[in-house]
């Protein structure tokens, strides 16, 4: 027999049992806003250049130019230590690129309008990483999360929190697979450990009810 597998608000019943650690929630949004004073061009056939030009808010951008507009691969440097590099189109970062914060982090993956949108991969400076989908900045659909203490979540989120169905393991083996809602284990499910027993139940919001 395997002990219950709840994430308990009842910590005195179930003490070996820790809960779900708090939900990754991780919203990027653009701190570093476009130069409005540089209206877009509506002459979309202007020449291509390759410039270095110093933006109103301070940053410097190096590549390709459309008239007077970020237009291509370019690299964007600001004064906290922020660099992004890759594709440019109407003046916002566009396609593929890669993202350094000032913290360290790392994100390599698609942007659509000056934010994080489509696929791609965050590195935290602390070792953690998430490997999925990416709506308006925010972590959003499909993807997997690893921690540096080898837990692992490999399932869906909503706007930046595990949501609907995935699979947690804890560092030391134990594993739940079943439904989450707002980062906890939410409806039906199978937990289990490293010894290989395993049950099946019922959790609300964290907590096995059956």
Not at 6 to 19: L, Y
Not at 68 to 79: I, N, P, V
Not at 93 to 99: F, I, M, S
Not at 129 to 143: C, D, F, K, V
């Amino acid at each position: 027999m395997i002990n219950c597998f709840c994430c308990p608000g009842d910590s005195k019943a179930h003490p070996e049992f820790e809960d779900l650690p708090a939900a990754e929630t991780f919203r990027f949004d653009h701190d570093h806003p476009p130069d409005s004073s540089r209206e877009p061009e509506e002459d979309a056939t202007k020449k291509v250049t390759q410039e270095t030009i110093a933006m109103q808010d301070g940053s410097v951008y190096t590549g390709q130019l459309v008239g007077r507009l970020r237009d291509g691969h370019g690299k964007q440097e600001w004064l906290d230590g922020g660099i992004y590099e890759g594709q440019f189109k109407n003046d916002k970062r566009n396609g593929e690129g890669t993202l350094s914060t000032q913290d360290g982090d790392v994100y390599t993956g698609e942007f659509c309008n000056d934010q994080i949108h489509g696929h791609g991969i965050w590195k935290f400076s602390n070792g953690n990483r998430y490997n999925g989908q990416w709506e308006h900045g925010e972590m959003h659909g499909e993807g997997k999360f690893t921690w540096t203490d080898g837990r692992i979540f490999d399932g869906t989120y909503v706007h930046g929190q595990k949501e609907g169905p995935g699979f947690f393991k804890w560092a030391d083996g134990r594993w739940f697979r079943g439904s989450f809602k707002q980062g906890k284990q939410h409806g039906e499910g199978q937990a289990g450990d490293n010894k290989g027993n395993s049950m099946s139940g019922t959790w609300n919001m964290g907590s096995q009810v059956k």
